[in-house]
């Protein structure tokens, strides 16, 4: 099973940035898809998930300028990032939950004018 990150970057104060998840191996439909973060010196947090129906949820923090999507038949979860601010620089992990936890290897975000 693999979960595979990309998209990450560096991108100014105000920029987009679209992240993707691929997973390669695991019945994607039936999965959990999050989008995790953490930033030096700080804990994990949850930033946006989406259930196999469509569900989505958000952190306070990315509300109103995140947006996490899925592409069932591509095997990818996508996270829009809009409006992108200096606090928002972090390793981004992609995870797929259902049955067993599966995460990426994480992709730097980098918000710097």
């Known amino acids: 099973v693999q979960v595979v990150e990309s998209g990450g970057g560096l991108v100014q104060p105000g920029g987009s940035l679209r992240l993707s998840c691929t997973t390669y191996?695991?019945?994607?439909?039936?999965?959990?898809m999050t989008w995790y973060r953490q930033a030096p010196g700080k804990p994990r947090e949850l930033v946006a998930s989406?259930?196999?129906?469509?569900?989505?949820k958000y952190s306070d923090s990315v509300k109103g300028r995140f947006t996490i999507s899925r592409d069932n038949d591509k095997n990818t979860a996508n996270l829009q990032m809009n409006s992108l601010s200096p606090e928002d620089t972090a390793v981004y992990y992609c995870?797929?939950?259902?049955?067993?936890?599966?995460w990426g290897q994480g992709i730097q975000v980098t918000v710097s004018a």
């Open positions: 989406i259930s196999p129906g469509g569900k989505t």
């Open positions: 191996e695991i019945i994607m439909p039936m999965y959990d």
């Open positions: 995870n797929a939950k259902w049955v067993n936890d599966h």
